[in-house]
Structure formats: structure tokens, C-alpha cells
């Protein structure tokens, strides 16, 4: 197996739209990523766990790795941000809760050297989640049918050495309602963050990454979306030196050396079970835990 790449040094990363707990989510690429990346603070903008689809058959193992991956960087000091969503909503009962590094609310400000960056899920904006829930819920599982039929095609084409395709990205991308709706949510969130006086808005919810300067009669300001770990796997990150860029998975050369050696020597595959991995989680906690814990 070839050696683990250095890590590198970022101030802030944002990660967002994980999706936990469902068949889209690729939990072994996040791991990888959160492994290479050694942030000062980290975001989770929403959706990490996916509350909404949650069930017991399936949690797989690597979707508990990656949950005991953050604990263990709270418990050794990295700042977590955890910013609810929708589908994570139900934590927005505890917005307000501090556990050492770790905290819980529905929005953020980080005083940056480049600006004032507001981080917020966004789904605040989506008026079909505020006045048709039940629709949202019922897109949620067709969506991730979509997705897994969008993982055994790719499997598939990988087999036949064919390039893979985003068929929910090529589904969205033919719905004018949809791509209105992706352009309606931009606008809104950069209106506000201007009206605010914000020199950067970061969300997530809608799985479309971006980074791009909006302008309105009232100003301007950069708009950040850091996509999503189901079909595009993506991030943001801040370094004092360039400023916010946005990290793609699937350009990160050393990464997918990385996950070539792992496919080859399967080493994902001999993971301990859940239990024994959370069992394992509590023992870093009392370990590593800060006097605040």
C-alpha cells in the first residue's frame, strides 16, 4: 500500500450534505479527504446525518468511521461547527450546545482576514420545504434511489472502463424549474448577505458547489456553496494565504492514488462493525477529552 499523503494545513474547511445513513453517501472518499486535511476549524453546514432516512439495517461501517473521525479531531482540539439542516433537523433543539470543541447551531460568522464570512445551510430559502414537507420528504427518497441506481451503473461502466455519469446532475440540469430554483436560491442568499454587510455567504442544501461574485444595486458578494459528498464531493477551504478556494475529490491526484492502493488491498473491507468501532469512539473520548467535555 502506498504511504498516506502529508496533510495539509487549512484554516477553516466546510463540508456539507454528507448524507449519513444512506445509500448515495460515500463515506470511504469523505474519510479520505478528512484524513488529508488538518483544519483549524471545521464546518458541517447541514446534512451530515441523514435524520430523515435513518434506519438501523443500514449504518455501515464506514459511515461510523467517519462520525468517529470527527469526534476524535474535537476531542484533540479542532474547532467543529455543527450547523443543522433539514434533514438533520431535529438537532436544531440543541442549537446553542457547546461539548468542548465541539458545538451545535443553525448559523455561524467567522471574522476572516479576507472578510466576514456568514455559513448557513439554506434550506430556509426552499419554499417548498417551508409549505410542502411531505413532497420534500418523498423527493428525498426518490432522490436516493436515484442515487443508488446512479452507484451500480457507474460500478458498471468503471468494469467496462467507462467514464462515470451524475444522472440526479443530468436530471437537474434538464428542469428549468430545477435550475431556476438553484439560481433563485443564490440570488436570495447573496441579497441578504449584501443587505447584511457580509463579504462572503457560504450554504449548502442544494448539492451544487460553486464559488462566484455576485453584484447587486445594493453591492456585492462572493457566494460559496460547498456542494455536497453524494454525487459531486466537494468542500470549501480557507487558507490566510489564497483566501476561500473550493476542493474537488475528484482532482485531487493523491487522493485517488490513495484510493487505488485501498481498492487493491481491500482494507476497507476488513473494518470492524459498528459497535466495536462506537466502542472504540467512547474510549478516544475519555482519552483525548478536553477539561470542558
Not at 471574522?111 to 411531505?134: A, E, I, K, Y
Amino acid at each position: 500500500m502506498s504511504p498516506r499523503p502529508k496533510k495539509r494545513r487549512v484554516e477553516v474547511a466546510v463540508v456539507s450534505d454528507v448524507h449519513l445513513g444512506t445509500y448515495g453517501c460515500h463515506a470511504h472518499e469523505l474519510l479520505r479527504y478528512l484524513r488529508s486535511i488538518k483544519p483549524r476549524v471545521l464546518v458541517l453546514n447541514g446534512d451530515i446525518v441523514d435524520i430523515w432516512q435513518f434506519s438501523k439495517s443500514y449504518w455501515p461501517a464506514a459511515h461510523m468511521q467517519v462520525v468517529r473521525h470527527l469526534a476524535g479531531l474535537a476531542a484533540k482540539g479542532t474547532r467543529i461547527h455543527y450547523l443543522t439542516g433539514n434533514h438533520d433537523e431535529l438537532l436544531r433543539r440543541f442549537a446553542g450546545t457547546r461539548l468542548g470543541a465541539l458545538s451545535i447551531g443553525n448559523k455561524l460568522v467567522l471574522d476572516l482576514p479576507h472578510g466576514r464570512t456568514w455559513l448557513f445551510h439554506g434550506d430556509v430559502f426552499d419554499v417548498t420545504m417551508r409549505h410542502s414537507r411531505w413532497l420534500v420528504k418523498l423527493g428525498a427518497e426518490g432522490y436516493d434511489l436515484l442515487i443508488l441506481l446512479n452507484r451500480l451503473v457507474n460500478w458498471g461502466l468503471r468494469k467496462l472502463g467507462r467514464p462515470r455519469v451524475q444522472l440526479s446532475k443530468a436530471v437537474k440540469d434538464r428542469v428549468k424549474s430545477a435550475v431556476s430554483l438553484v439560481s433563485d436560491f443564490e440570488q436570495t442568499a447573496a441579497t441578504i448577505a449584501i443587505d447584511e454587510g457580509y463579504q462572503y455567504v457560504a450554504c449548502g442544501h442544494i448539492h451544487c458547489p460553486d464559488i462566484r461574485r455576485v453584484t447587486t444595486p445594493r453591492g456585492a458578494v462572493t457566494y460559496l456553496n460547498s456542494g455536497d459528498w453524494v454525487e459531486n464531493l466537494t468542500a470549501l477551504e480557507y487558507t490566510a494565504d489564497a483566501g476561500w478556494r473550493l476542493y474537488r475529490y475528484a482532482d485531487d491526484a493523491a487522493l485517488q492514488a490513495t484510493e487505488a492502493s485501498e481498492e487493491e488491498n481491500n482494507p476497507l473491507d476488513h473494518s470492524p462493525d459498528s459497535a466495536a468501532l462506537l466502542d472504540s469512539l467512547l474510549a478516544e473520548f475519555r482519552i483525548h477529552r478536553s477539561p470542558n467535555f
